[in-house]
């Protein structure tokens, strides 16, 4: 069983940065696959960001290319989600979510999540 709380959301301008924390509890939070999922209004949950066992393999969502930085520091059990030069088409609630096994980017493949952190931006 795992259990992660999000935090470091808020309300910021267009082209600010804001980074965003999971803490997860246990002791085996270097056996899960990590990653950050988000939903705006009225859309479906999107994956943004998932990051390997190691921090070493990371994946990324097109939109969020360049601008985006997953990591974990797996002696503090916690996942990062570094967000720069953010866009309000980024406004949404961020999820952090963690599996087993391989990396997947489909919501549907991730046995636990957190309580969600809202992101805004205004332009």
């Known amino acids: 069983q795992v259990q992660l709380v999000e935090s470091g959301g808020g309300l910021v301008q267009a082209g600010d940065s804001l980074r965003l924390s999971c803490a997860a509890s246990?002791?085996?939070?270097?056996?899960?696959?990590m990653a950050w999922f988000r939903q705006a209004p009225g859309k479906e949950r999107e994956f943004v960001a998932n990051?390997?066992?190691?921090?070493?393999?990371?994946d990324y969502v097109d939109s969020v290319k360049g601008r985006f930085a997953i990591s974990r520091d797996n002696a503090k059990n916690t996942v990062y989600l570094q967000m720069d030069d953010l866009k309000p088409e980024d406004t949404a609630v961020y999820y952090c979510?963690?599996?087993?096994?391989?990396?997947?980017?489909?919501?549907?493949?991730?046995?636990?999540w957190g309580q969600g952190s809202q992101v805004t931006i205004s332009s």
């Open positions: 979510a963690a599996r087993l096994n391989l990396p997947r980017r489909l919501a549907r493949d991730y046995i636990y």
């Open positions: 990051i390997g066992r190691l921090g070493v393999m990371t």
């Open positions: 246990g002791r085996t939070f270097n056996s899960y696959i």
